[in-house]
């Protein structure tokens, strides 16, 4: 703001000469820093959703599972949630240590291909509380992107918590200088997280955030014995269906209720690997191939613009 540091309500506060001086305005150095380091990373894909408990950090873990079937690409896992990270426990990779090295602090693998880094490996209990104000869950996030050795990958997954706040504007902001092929964003069938939905929609439009798709997630409930679904949560208004419609984006799948898929991530194991054959697995295979047909077409978009 132009006024920042001069108006009437400034004075007093401790700050008000760093602002009044314009030196707030200066881009924040560590962007380009951020821009250098994940230059070897060639797709970056964000995982999105405006409502909690939709399924973001599951279907995070299982598209990095996904991806990393293929043992000739390299992925990574970041998980952006700072005051819920669940994806220690997901990955099967609880009471993990993240350890420093000389190219900087070095992810945990689950696999060869497969990193994954997280604050929840900085707690010394998965009961542990994260009370941080934003600026602080900025400069963690800033660490993690900045400071990780992710070293030459395929796919950098970010899974982020609900919301349109401090997290989203940070990751955004710090990705700014390097291309994003775009955000996925969950949903569950029902209007009450639709209307959150939308909101994380808008959110991308505004900070011009590509988005690859939509997933419904816990789309019916497929029985594990007799097959047939029920709709535990009735799309009253469409679904993500009739909303991909309506705002013009693509309905990349919809993946089915599978208690299967709980269990999968309370024991940390790969639901995919565990049940190859479910319709549910099927769904996120189904997705991955949408995902890497959009990443590829971004990255030959982006080869041009820079040949250009």
């Known amino acids: 703001n132009e006024q920042a540091g001069k108006s009437a309500s400034c004075q007093g506060c401790p700050n008000q000469n760093l602002c009044a001086s314009g030196a707030t305005k200066a881009p924040d150095p560590a962007i380009a820093e951020i821009g250098e380091k994940l230059s070897s990373v060639?797709?970056?894909?964000?995982?999105?959703s405006g409502k909690g408990g939709v399924g973001k950090s599951t279907f995070s873990a299982h598209l990095a599972h996904a991806l990393a079937s293929d043992s000739t690409k390299e992925v990574a896992l970041l998980d952006v949630d700072i005051c819920g990270p669940s994806i220690p426990r997901i990955m099967g990779l609880e009471g993990e240590q993240v350890h420093q090295s000389g190219s900087?602090?070095?992810?945990?693998?689950?696999?060869?291909?497969?990193?994954?880094?997280?604050?929840?490996?900085?707690l010394s209990s998965p009961d542990d509380a994260v009370i941080w104000r934003g600026p602080k869950k900025n400069g963690m996030i800033k660490q993690f992107l900045k400071d990780v050795d992710w070293g030459e990958l395929d796919y950098l997954i970010v899974d982020t918590p609900p919301g349109t706040s401090d997290e989203h504007l940070s990751i955004v902001q710090y990705l700014s200088s390097t291309p994003v092929d775009g955000a996925v964003i969950i949903t569950t069938p029902q209007e009450v997280s639709l209307q959150d939905v939308r909101k994380e929609i808008r959110f991308c439009q505004k900070v011009k955030l590509p988005i690859i798709g939509v997933v419904e997630n816990m789309s019916g409930f497929?029985?594990?014995?007799?097959?047939?679904?029920?709709?535990?949560?009735?799309?009253?208004?469409?679904?993500?269906e009739k909303m991909c419609r309506d705002l013009n984006?693509?309905?990349?799948?919809?993946?089915?209720?599978?208690?299967?898929?709980?269990?999968?991530?309370?024991?940390?194991?790969?639901?995919?690997?565990?049940?190859p054959d479910s319709p549910a697995a099927k769904v996120y295979q189904n997705v991955v191939q949408s995902e890497s047909k959009v990443a590829d077409s971004y990255a030959v978009v982006c080869s041009y613009s820079s040949f250009q």
């Open 42 to 48: 060639k797709h970056k894909i964000l995982v999105l």
């Open 104 to 122: 900087g602090w070095s992810p945990v693998y689950v696999d060869d291909n497969l990193a994954v880094m997280s604050i929840g490996f900085l």
């Open 222 to 240: 497929v029985c594990p014995k007799c097959k047939n679904t029920s709709q535990i949560f009735p799309p009253s208004s469409g679904g993500a």
């Open 249 to 275: 984006l693509p309905l990349l799948g919809k993946v089915p209720l599978d208690p299967r898929i709980a269990q999968s991530c309370d024991e940390g194991k790969s639901f995919l690997n565990q049940v």
